[in-house]
């Protein structure tokens, strides 16, 4: 031992006594400086700052600062989450992430188990976890990954989801169902025709040519498009709508505001019942997560609201012009943009041997069947039947999913300059 302030004689009593006093005290220090900096790191937590290196995708502010996403890395992760929730599995990624570049704060690739734990960590949607405890927190910094899209890739990385690759690209790939067995037709190539089959025991033969289910689906798509006096009378109807949008946002703030308060009080009596001995810290932490992602959601979907500051005109509006745009979009897109149209206009694609049906989205499905009246023949043209049908229609846009529309939007704002018959008569 050697001491640099202080002579030390270890070979007599005093000198070894003296010795041993430092030892206790420095003992004593090292104990209060572990327990100050364990209330330092967890008080940074609280405040939602991350005291720790800044994982792959974010960079360090600086002391006692939130991490800012990265400019050159931050696209990247979020480019890597969507392609594993599509299909992706974790050796395409790695290599496909590897090409474009996502490397490590040394300037390696990411490993296959490096990417594992980046899908795996919630940081990445605006919470922080510590390995070592399971402990949940709130982060001040900002989510690059939605939640919605992060649940998604929860379940893949769990084996809920069966997200498997694809060898061909053809049109209608996973797309068509059995409607028997409710397992996706298979594409194949011959004699110059794709066909899309499905041979399961237990299943009759279904066997549909590509051009057959395009004939359909054209069919299906025009009758979205709407008549010159049906496209002047909704362009009348829609400005009187506008006086009841500022009551409806007040109702859905309202909404919002009741079930943040639900969720406050669930965590209220979580708390209560960890600190009276009821459940133990391992089911805490993990009802504590749970509540926490459900808040996050919760904000998520209340911000998107507030940034677009949608009135239900608009939501009607965006519907009707995709609606009366259908048909020439679908003419004119690449396969991949069909894929995507047909994912937002319909639902429950279904085969039976050589026949296909599909019923359209909900709001679509009002559209396309706006000529039935439940009281009489078809009135078409008159005010009072068009009335009714956009009454029902804003009822359903209600009910509708947000995200439906924002896949409306972002369609629409790739291919808004694409058809010279394209007007605001809507809006």
């Known amino acids: 031992m050697h001491f640099a302030n202080e002579g030390v004689d270890l070979s007599s009593r005093g000198g070894r ?8 005290v420095a003992t004593d220090f090292i104990r209060n400086l572990r327990e100050e900096t364990r209330k330092g790191f967890y008080g940074r937590l609280k405040q939602g700052v991350f005291p720790l290196p800044a994982p792959v995708g974010y960079s360090d502010a600086g002391a ?19 392609l594993y929730a599509g299909g992706h599995n974790l050796t395409q990624l790695h290599e496909r992430m590897a090409d474009l570049g996502l490397r490590t704060r040394g300037g390696s690739p990411l490993s296959r188990g490096r990417l594992a734990k980046m899908l795996n960590n919630p940081f990445y949607v605006g919470l922080m976890r510590l390995r070592s405890t399971k402990e949940i ?23 809920k989801t069966n997200a498997k690759g694809w060898c061909h690209d053809f049109r209608f790939r996973r797309l068509i169902s ?8 298979i594409g194949e190539l011959q004699k110059g025709n794709v066909y899309y089959r499905r041979q399961t025991r237990g299943c009759p033969v279904t066997c549909i040519r590509e051009d057959i289910i395009d004939s359909y689906i054209r069919h299906r798509l025009a009758q979205l498009s709407f008549t010159i006096e049906e496209k002047t009378y909704i362009a009348q109807f829609l400005p009187q709508i506008q006086e009841n949008s500022h009551r409806q946002r007040q109702l859905q703030e309202s909404a919002f505001s009741l079930r943040i308060a639900q969720l406050n009080n669930r965590f209220a009596r979580l708390t209560d019942a960890f600190i009276d001995g009821m459940i133990d810290k391992e089911v805490f932490e993990q009802r504590k997560a749970d509540l926490l992602l459900e808040q996050k959601k919760l904000e998520e979907e209340r911000a998107q609201i507030q940034a677009r500051d949608l009135t239900t005109e608009d939501q009607l509006a965006e519907y ?28 429950n694609r279904r085969a039976t041997g050589k026949k296909l049906d599909f019923t359209m989205a909900p709001p679509f499905e009002t559209i396309s069947n706006r000529e039935k009246n439940a009281n009489g023949g078809p009135q078409r043209y008159r005010p009072r039947t068009i009335d009714a049908f956009l009454h029902n229609l804003q009822i359903i846009i ?13 369609f629409l704002s790739k291919r808004g300059d694409e058809d010279p018959t394209h007007s605001s008569q809507f809006h």
């Open 137 to 159: 927190f709130r982060g001040a910094h900002q989510p690059i990954v939605p939640t919605a899209l992060f649940d998604r890739v929860q379940s893949t990385l769990r084996g």
């Open 320 to 347: 009707l012009e995709l609606a009366k745009r259908a048909y020439f979009l679908y003419e004119m897109a690449l396969d991949e943009e069909k894929r995507d149209l047909l994912k937002i206009v319909t639902s």
């Open 17 to 24: 006594l003296s010795a041993d006093i430092q030892a206790v």
């Open 398 to 410: 209600r009910e509708t999913p947000l995200e439906l529309f924002d896949r409306i939007s972002t």
């Open 64 to 82: 006692g600062k939130p991490k800012v996403p990265d400019p050159m890395t931050a696209p990247l992760v979020r480019l890597a989450f969507e």
């Open 178 to 185: 059995c409607a028997t067995c409710g397992r996706s037709l």
